[in-house]
């Protein structure tokens, strides 16, 4: 009830402030007579900070204030301009700017930075710059979170080479992951879909913590990451990235772009990867990391036929052979008992993306776009005498309209979505499989309110009917309030909705011998999300420091409980009966106490606990708290840059083996642990080259996979992994760019 009446309240509010809008057009006139238009002069209504910007055409829309009734108009180089509001009539005024000034031309350079906070929206959000990304090896979208303090990434077993992904404490699967604004990485992509990307082919990622927009959908639960690609219209004619590390592994990646036309341009992302050797250094007869071929390559396209229209679409294949388990299988020998143990994960993957947009050649703020993604994924494979197989086909669409209330301190966005999942899959062994298709389509509207630039309220509310589960209701709210010149506090909440796919989101757990156990009627998943948020910027000893702290609860309705504590030789996933939430705190500052040397500190605690077994306990595999230092040096105009990271990772319970034979037995509570990363770039002209190490102290969890002598009895089980399992790695890289 109470989210009802908030809803109705915060949907009147637009009615409650109109004023009228001032619109106009700063230029200049040359000495030829000709005009120019000024894009980026700046217009604000004197002493207040009630302002815009002109755009690319230096048009301008501002609403009146009742501060002030005097226009301010600047721009660097020309004489600024006061106008009172007496002299402007109800037309679009234009507005000349006189030079002041003849300016030679001068360069300037900055280092640019690696994670910028986003200070303007409600919800909390960073980016991570390629910058930041070239900071570590980088290889993929896996490797991207090494140095940021939100985001934990980890080996999910030790035969696969799977990446579980932490956000708030909680696992990937309730993180809305989309590439540029499209839901993706669903179902069977959620365990490898990370490596699927990259790391050369990402522009930026975009980090959100909390419930997110609903434009973007309902399953944002603990946060949203969303993937930029490298754009054909900013392509570089060549880019190339060559690497290769002490595991065996090398990879290629290549970018080209053509640009035919200022309307028309076109780009090539590839990227091959190959591991073939047999690499066993803690002599447990299995391989330290899965051998794996990769091929992936993207076609995108950018086309603006005028200024209304902009379109891009492209097309993504992907072909990956994975191969773990034992040394010395025999290929041509039949896959039984009598040969060596073997996990071999083959995958195909195909997709298309298009984007249509169309922005009203009268009102610049008025715009509608369609955002379409089709996937395809067919995976075959087998774990030991368990074969595994599943195919989905997915099509997501998006309509959505973007308009105002009277003026821009009343926004709103409204829209209509659909979603089509085909999910099959079968497991032998278990007799357990799904044949399912989730049909749902969706309505929503989002309202923004900016009554000045100190403050912004976001709601949203939408309705979806799933052909499986029936209709639901989400709603969200986001605050932002910067009380302060410096100071910003933000607050979030909303629920999420999920449907859970529990082989496929857990496929490590494959690697090992428990039998799988799954309800007949698992429920959505629903939870509520609440977060609180703060960002204060000052100065201490002459220095800048940024500094942001935030708290994040999530409370489940309904959770799909993976219980690993019934027994060692099961595992079973069932609806929620009793409790669930996970805590989250964390604080961090960023610095700069010598010039060209960036620091990053960071400190989060969580506190996960659910109802597993009939008992409240701590979620196992969830570190208790986790530390980050940063330290990034760069020399003058940044032809060397040393980068050094160190986490700090917590202890975590760890599903009881107790009831195993003492030398089957492991411990009950993993032991805290540190990680420590370094790199070294040289830069060139054209090229660079870097070279780094990871696990630099050589940590890694003794005898990570139980009973490996013996993988087809009772015991074996590659899945309890609570720390690194590979040894001091080196690489070496190399990146050629001509723009």
Sequence with gaps: MKIKILTVLLSILPLLSFGVIIKGKIIEKSSAGEIVALPGASIFWKNTNIGTAADVNGH????????????????????????????????????????????????VSKRKLGTVLDRENPIQSQSITGAELCKAACCNLAESFETNASVDVSYADAATGAKSIKLLGLTGKYIEMMTEKNPNFKGLASVYGMVYVPGPWMESIQVSKGVGSVVNGFESITGQINIEYQKPQNAPKLYLNGYTNSMGMSEGNLITGVKFSNKLSTSILAHGQDNTREIDHNDDNFLDDPMVRQYNIVNRWHWKPSKEWITQFGVKFIDESRVGGQKGYDE?????????????????????????????????????????????????????????????KYLYANLLFQSYIGNLNHKYTAGLSFIYDDFKDYLTGDNLGTNKTEKVAGAYIEYTYLPNDEITLQTGLRYDHNSVYGGFVTPRLHFRYQYAPKSTIRLAAGSGRRTSNPIAENSFLLASNRSITIDDDLKQEKAWNFGLSMTQYFNLFGKGFTASADFYRTTFNNQIITDLDQTVNEVQFYNLNGKSWANNYQVEIKFEPIKRLDVTTAIRFSDVKADINNEFRKVPYVNRYKGLINLSYATNFNKWQFDFTTQFNGDMRIPSTQENPSEFQRREKSPAYALLNAQITKRFRIWELYLGAENLSNYTQKHPIIGADNPHGEYFDASMIWGPIQERKFYLGIRLTIE
Excluded: C, W
């Design 60 to 107: 301008f829309e501002l609403a009146s204030s009742v501060k002030s009734n005097t226009l301010v108009v600047q721009f660097v180089g020309y004489t600024s301009k006061e106008i009172k509001l007496d002299d402007i009539n109800k037309e679009e005024i234009i507005i000349e700017l006189v030079p002041n000034i003849n300016l030679n031309e001068v360069t």
């Design 332 to 392: 041509s020998k039949t896959n039984d008992m009598n040969n060596a143990y073997r996990i071999d994960i083959d995958t195909r993957r195909y997709e298309a993306f298009a984007k249509i947009g169309y922005v009203f050649p009268k009102d610049d703020d008025k715009s509608f776009a369609l955002i379409t993604n089709f996937s395809s994924h067919e995976q075959k494979s087998f774990y030991g005498l368990r074969n595994y197989n599943a195919d989905q």
